[in-house]
């Protein structure tokens, strides 16, 4: 990743600007691309660059795109899980559609929307987690997996807003564009949090 990085900041005539200061970088993968534990047991992940690599210390992270390779896992709730019941023949249906008509797209802004929320309360991996192991960090997108609404939890991922076509979201964009983003733990409240929260 970093190496992709330095090329992005090294390349002519218009290379990416390099911020130290300011700087947050994020490397997105196409459904063909493989990546070591992508779906296995991440779907992106934040780190720092090396100056001995990049030529400076800035926050990066890597979102893979999950509509083929993982959709289940990564593209979750839009998905189904592998190995999850089908459907009942009642018309019950767990998927819940998303809002902007790809699961692996919207896959990919719910993982980024976690991984800028871990990069901003801990981007050199020494800030703030929870826990007792900084080798193993519960960090702030991580102790709130699966949580999209008011009174998730268990595999239900909460109450959100749907549109007319029952696409799930839970954050309103510019011109009108929707996006179902995972909350995050409020240190201050001493739980998970998000855009649409109740109470």
């Known amino acids: 990743m970093q190496h992709i990085i330095k090329n992005a900041v090294t390349s002519k005539p218009s290379p990416l600007p390099l911020d130290p200061r300011n700087g947050l970088y994020l490397v997105l993968t196409s459904s063909d691309v493989q990546v070591d534990e992508f779906c296995r047991a ?18 990066y992270a890597w979102i893979g795109y999950s509509g083929t390779q993982c959709p289940g896992v990564c593209a979750y709730p839009f998905a189904r899980p592998l190995g999850a019941p089908p459907p009942s023949a009642m018309g ?14 919207d896959g990919m802004i719910s993982v980024i929307a976690h991984e800028l929320a871990e990069s901003s309360s801990n981007p050199l991996v020494n800030a703030w987690y929870a826990g007792d192991n900084p ?65």
């Open 42 to 59: 991440v779907c992106g992940f934040h780190y720092f660059s090396f100056p001995s690599i990049v030529g400076a210390t800035v926050p």
């Open 135 to 199: 080798i193993a960090p519960g960090e702030i997108a991580d102790m709130c997996l699966g949580l999209y609404g008011s009174g998730g939890g268990g595999g239900y991922v909460g109450k959100v807003s749907t549109d007319a076509g029952g696409n799930g979201y839970n954050v309103n964009g510019v011109k009108g564009r929707r996006f179902l983003v995972q909350w995050v733990w409020d240190p201050v409240k001493k739980r998970c949090f998000g855009p649409n929260a109740m109470d």
């Open 92 to 105: 019950g249906n767990d998927i819940m559609r998303p809002p902007n008509g790809d699961a692996g797209v």
